[in-house]
């Protein structure tokens, strides 16, 4: 049977990509590593990891198995939580998954009323690239309450939050800077600051672009949501980025589209909410913008 120590190593390799990496993390020589590895696969009965000369890939049976092995550590994780707060050794953690462009944006005001009224509480953020794969890790068990994009065939509870608008933003000598707003169609031929394949808000300016009735050319791909404004404030191009991100004296021009592009945020859990989830997210839709 996979202990809680194996689990961990196979989440640690497959993360880092390499056993010398999770060797380091975890404080353990890498042989030990490598056995605690070949002994789960053999409690398994197949091979977990494919070995490659510079990489590690998950065989079917490893695809199979890691989802199950997040959701156990999360699980004993939660349980060691709870046995703490029991024992007056701890007041209690609120873990939150999400995406990046909300932990910019949306989750700040939150967390800091949160701050105010729960002192006592820590958080820890588990921020992803795509909305697939924060609605995959919170299946798996990694959070209390995911806050993202509306899940499709969630069977969990799902809270509406509101409408994050996206905008666009140009540099203010754009040629279309002096515009309070634009349609998408009217920036066919531009190049834009678009955002590296997998990048959730990739799929976002595709789709709302095709709808518009041609693809983005990209000047260049970012993996970063928060310099996607900044770039396009530097000239290199339009961007389509959620609004809530831009602070305060934004060196750029920021134009609604016609018709305006919006998504519907929520609040989501495996089950009912706990108390602590329930009262953070009456604290997002209280400082919801």
Known sequence: MATLRQLEYLVAVVDLGSFTKAADLLHVTQPALSHQIRALERSTGSPLLERLPRAIRLTPTGRAMLPHARAALADAE???????????????????ATLYSISLGILPIALKAWRRSHPEVGIRLFEHRHTDELIEAMSAGQADLAVGPTPKDWAGSTQVLGKEELVVVVAKDDPVAGRKSIRLKDLADRSWVHYTPGHGLADVLNQVCAKAGFEPKAAVHTEQTAAAPALAAAGLGPALVPSNILAPGFDGQVLRTEPPTRRTLTAYTRGSPDPLAAAFIEVLKETWV
């Open 78 to 96: 939660r349980a060691t939580c709870a046995a703490r707060q029991a024992a007056g050794a701890e007041v209690g953690e609120l873990q939150i």
